[in-house]
């Protein structure tokens, strides 16, 4: 099994940066993909940042050139960097490891940015 714990979100007004994090509970082989998603009061979860075993990523329209998935891979841990912030990017962010046969998730950390 693989334990996700996310940080790093806050309050932050329109324009600022944050960066979260999320540190995998052990190194795993069998993880194909790290991805950040973001669930805003009363909307549906939505991907917003995808990197894969291979170092590949993918951005959500609305955060590109924004936003910048990374790895350490020594540290077992997924960032992604937010600039420019919006006050649309409000939200719960969550990280979530893709295995093969199962999807793993953080427990989420808020993200607020004031305008």
């Known amino acids: 099994q693989v334990q996700l714990v996310d940080s790093g979100g806050g309050l932050v007004q329109a324009g600022g940066s944050l960066r979260l994090s999320c540190v995998v509970s052990r190194s795993s082989s069998s993880i194909i993909a790290m991805g950040w998603y973001r669930q805003a009061p009363g909307k549906q979860r939505e991907l917003v940042a995808v990197?894969?075993?291979?170092?590949?990523?993918d951005y959500a329209d609305s955060v590109k050139g924004r936003f910048t998935i990374s790895r350490d891979i020594a540290k077992n841990t997924v960032y992604l960097q937010m600039n420019s912030l919006r006050p649309e990017d409000t939200a719960v962010y969550y990280c979530?490891?893709?295995?093969?046969?199962?999807?793993?998730w953080g427990q989420g950390t808020q993200v607020t940015v004031s305008s």
């Open positions: 979530r490891a893709d295995l093969l046969r199962y999807k793993y």
């Open positions: 990197i894969t075993s291979g170092g590949s990523t």
